[in-house]
């Protein structure tokens, strides 16, 4: 019964891999292009805000510096699982 169960698993995992290598692959490649888009526009998002009585520079390069941080954070993980996907 055990052999069985791991002779299940193997056959899935075989058949699954494709479909993460294709899913993984999709998903860093749309990551970065949010990443790009987010640089592009970086002036938008982080300038001097006009409804905001005192925006100090520090304050608008700690907002750009937590999105670079987790975006960069994120992507690395996802880079990660795509080795190890395509490596499988």
Same mark, same amino acid.
């Given at each position: 019964? /055990?052999?069985?169960? %791991?002779?299940?698993? $193997?056959? @899935? ?5 494709? !479909? ?21 526009? /970086?002036?938008?998002? %982080?300038?001097?805000? $006009?409804? @905001? ?5 520090? !304050? ?29």
């Amino acid at each position: 019964m /055990r052999m069985n169960n %791991f002779l299940t698993m $193997a056959v @899935i995992e075989q058949t699954g891999v494709p !479909a993460l290598r294709v899913a993984f692959t999709v998903a860093v490649i749309i990551f970065l292009f949010a990443g790009v888009l987010i640089w592009r526009r /970086r002036h938008q998002f %982080f300038d001097r805000d $006009a409804n @905001i009585a005192d925006d100090p520079l520090v !304050a608008r390069h700690n907002r750009a510096e937590e999105i670079l941080l987790v975006w960069s954070g994120l992507t690395l993980v996802l880079l990660f699982i795509l080795y190890q996907v395509w490596s499988a």
